[in-house]
């Protein structure tokens, strides 16, 4: 059995792998309004593969699904047909199912739920396909009745009727126009149709005026893709195929043992190179010889890093459909950009990744975009634009979420932070960056709204937390009417550092190697002091402020009158500081271990480190964390 | 002025309807109780409108729709329907009825309705 175990893992790999790229690509119709043959071809393909692969693994109910689709969009293909709006949304929603049911392939055998439904709605499609086929005009249809003038879901039908006179009606909403239930949401919020005709818009429109109680009605053309017949099918096929990536499936376990093994490495060629270089007499052959053990490991690391690294593109496709379908809900319209997709982070952080952003995108579309209507009166665009960016930053990944809504409530915050005690009302002047943090305390929410998506607007906590936990921080800047930035910086998890050894009052620190910017010997007269006591050196004119290790950390009766060795440290681009310590040792790789539980409540004196190491000669050595230290700057300075 | 034939086997709902025309200046040249009433008094009339009950003995609303339509395919017929009767109103607008009000209406409504077919 264990040969179909591991089938079976594959074809799981490979049948998620191929739905995410097809809900991809039907997004990407979607919001392009433009596919071609190209696009087609492949999204059939996904259908076909997946049907094939699940009949082989005798997934019936699977590969009836598939097929279903794999039939509509071949005949599509063939006769050179317009893709409607009914297909991606019944397209999406066989992936969302196939999604949400996958996981039930291995106890039943074939997917949990009922599939007629959906296959039969497949159905209607490509019945109404074929019976449909041609060059004319689509059109969206609206129509709202007179208030009160009752039997809606009969003036629709009779609506629906007029309209088949001069048109192929291919869809309406809702879906059934006949009901108690139909007629109340037609009365509300009207009726709408999906036509095909080669009249014009403004004689249908006509037309409809002469319906009895039609108080508005609008028809706008709907515009479809415009594909072309395939030709050379099988020449595609055989490109399709080299193009194709061969992948396979590794139980993520074996991954982590093996970088385990990878630490252990590193820390058992330090201890054999201390050794070594003590025992014996210090030979160029020995010094060489290690050398090319060192870059060996190195490579090896670097190898297994990177099969853990997945471009950060994974989480952002997923926020697409999530914008979708919420502001598809909300009426909002809403434009999703990414830069720096390709940016790729170890898959531990990308899972934890997702929850955060997702929350943050939620609060966006719910509580950041405005309505249509309210956009347009502040001239602003009627189309929201919210920016997922990522990059790597000084051993940092920086996540961004940026949106162009309405900004925070500067004083909304203030006065629910005062009301729940979390500020006291002060004479001190507080800054924006203060308050908006206080958006992640635990309960902290200033709107009431709750709706599927966004529950009760919390989530920031959540946020925090999740952050926290990954070690990195939340950052929120935000401005009325022009948007809302929240930046989640998190460390790479590299578990192994390179960093540069300085010791300062005997105690022995790693500075990761690239935040470092300049090292220097101290001149008395480049370091100043504010009134307060803090800091600052003076490096080409511009202030930095100046961390003395010794006092910092050890002993602050610690009498110190020896020259110091400063090194400039950049945590991000806009936040640079110093550090005075003693003494500078060599580079080294370390691995990263953190505190034990019974020292994490020590913050105080834990605070800017990340964690410790134990060095070859047996050791140990503290590993500053450049971010945090900035913060715990940041932090002394407003206060 | 436009002219209406009224369709209604209850009196309460005849004379209700026309004053509601007569307030907003039809003039009502006909009533019939029934279906079979409805249809002689059409060939001499020939109202511009015509408000059609549904159920009614004799002679139904919906028959007496197609029996005029056969003789005038292009006659102003409105259905007046209660609800309950979305079949029945669903084949008369198939027929050819112009549109249909649902009792009970008000004469905004009624009037908004007549309007539309001038």
Same mark, same amino acid.
């Given at each position: 059995m264990k040969k179909e175990e591991s089938l079976f893992d594959i074809f799981l790999y490979e049948t998620t792998h191929l739905l995410d790229e097809m809900e991809t690509k039907l997004l990407e119709a979607e919001s392009n309004k433009r596919t071609n043959k190209e696009w087609i071809d492949n999204v059939f393909r996904i259908m076909h593969t997946i049907k094939g692969s699940s009949a082989m693994l005798n997934f019936k109910k699977l590969s009836e699904l598939s097929h279903g689709l794999e039939d509509v969009y071949s005949f599509i293909r063939d006769n050179n047909i317009e893709l409607t709006s009914e297909i991606i949304d019944i397209s999406l929603e066989v992936v969302s199912f196939i999604k949400n049911e996958i996981e039930t392939l291995e106890e039943?055998?074939?997917? =949990?739920?009922?599939i007629t439904p959906l296959k039969n709605r497949i159905k209607l499609i490509f019945e109404n396909l074929k019976n449909f086929k041609g060059k004319k005009s689509n059109y969206k249809v609206k129509i709202k009745f007179k208030?009160?003038?009752?039997m809606e879901d009969i003036r629709a039908l009779d609506a629906k009727n007029k309209l088949e006179k001069i048109s192929?009606?291919?869809?309406?909403?809702?879906? $059934?126009?006949?009901?108690p239930d139909s007629c109340k949401e037609i009365s509300e919020k009207g009726v709408s149709f999906l036509v095909n005709s080669d009249f014009k818009e403004s004689e249908i429109n006509n037309m409809l005026k002469k $319906?009895?109680?039609?108080e508005k009605s609008s028809v706008t053309p709907y515009e479809f893709k415009d594909l072309k017949k395939v030709e050379e099918e099988e020449e595609e096929e055989i490109e399709d195929i080299k193009d194709r990536k061969h992948y396979i499936s590794v139980d993520v376990n074996k991954l982590d043992n093996l970088l385990n093994t990878v630490i252990e490495l590193v820390t058992s060629r330090a201890v054999l190179e201390d050794r070594v270089l003590k025992e014996f007499n210090k030979s160029e052959e020995i010094e060489n010889l290690f050398y090319n053990l060192n870059e060996r490991i190195k490579e090896l690391q670097e190898n297994v890093m990177e099969i853990r690294m997945l471009p950060i593109n994974r989480v952002f496709s997923s926020m697409k459909r999530l914008v979708r379908d919420m502001s598809k809900n909300e009426n909002k319209k809403i434009e999703l950009k990414f830069v720096g997709e390709e940016t790729e982070v170890d898959k531990n952080i990308i899972e934890d990744l997702y929850n955060p952003i997702m929350h943050i995108i939620r609060n966006a579309v719910d509580h950041g975009i405005e309505s249509r209507e309210t956009r347009e009166n502040l001239g602003k665009s009627s189309v929201g634009t919210i920016i997922l960016k990522a990059k790597t930053e000084g051993g940092n990944i920086i996540i961004s979420i940026c949106d162009d809504?309405? =900004?925070?409530?500067r004083k909304a915050i203030l006065n629910k932070a005062i009301d729940k005690g @979390?500020?006291?009302?002060?004479?001190r002047e507080i800054t924006d960056k203060e308050i908006y943090s206080? $958006?992640?305390?635990? =309960?902290?929410?200033t709107t009431e709204t709750i709706n599927e998506y966004s529950?009760? =607007?919390?989530g920031m906590d959540i946020v925090y937390e999740d952050v926290k936990k990954l070690g990195g921080v939340v950052k929120i800047d935000s401005k009325e009417n022009t948007g809302t930035t929240i930046d989640l910086i998190i460390p790479l998890?590299?578990? $192994?550092v390179s960093g540069i050894k300085i010791i300062s009052n005997n105690i022995s620190y790693i500075v990761? &190697?690239?935040?470092?910017k300049l090292i220097f010997k101290e001149k008395r007269e480049d370091i100043v002091k504010d009134t307060n006591g803090n800091m600052f050196i003076v490096i080409d004119n511009i202030n930095y402020p100046l961390i003395n290790l010794n006092s910092y950390y050890a002993d602050?009766? @610690? &009498?110190d009158n020896r020259n110091k060795i400063i090194m400039l440290i950049e945590a991000s681009e806009e936040e640079k500081f110093a550090i005075a310590f003693d003494e500078i040792g060599g580079e080294y790789q370390v691995v990263v271990k953190t505190f034990p539980k019974y020292l994490k409540k020590c913050t105080k004196s834990l605070r800017g480190l990340s964690g410790c190491t134990t060095m070859g000669d047996g050791t140990i050595s503290y590993i500053v964390d450049v971010t945090g230290l900035a913060l715990e700057l940041n932090k002394k300075v407003s206060e | 002025m436009k002219t209406v034939m009224i369709v209604d086997d209850a009196l309460f709902m005849r004379k209700t309807i026309k004053k509601m025309f007569e307030r907003a200046g039809?003039?009502?040249?006909a009533e019939a109780e029934n279906g079979k009433e409805a249809l002689d008094k059409y060939m001499t009339?020939?109202?511009?409108v015509i408000t059609m009950d549904i159920a /009614?003995?004799? /002679?139904?609303g919906l028959l007496s729709l197609k029996e005029i339509l056969k003789i005038d395919e292009t006659a102003n017929v409105l259905m007046v329907s209660a609800i309950g009767q979305e079949e029945l109103v669903g084949e008369a607008l198939a027929c050819g009825a112009k549109g249909f009000i649902v009792k009970p209406f008000t004469e905004e409504l009624l009037m908004s309705a007549v309007d539309q077919l001038f």
């Open positions: 039943n055998g074939d997917l =949990g739920k009922d208030k009160d003038c009752m192929k009606v291919l869809e309406t909403f809702p879906t $059934i126009l006949k009901g $319906i009895l109680f039609v809504g309405k =900004g925070l409530d @979390y500020i006291k009302k002060s004479n206080l $958006i992640m305390k635990p =309960g902290f929410s529950g009760r =607007g919390v998890t590299l578990s $192994i990761p &190697i690239n935040s470092m602050s009766n @610690y &009498i | 039809y003039e009502v040249v009339k020939k109202p511009d /009614m003995p004799v /002679m139904d």
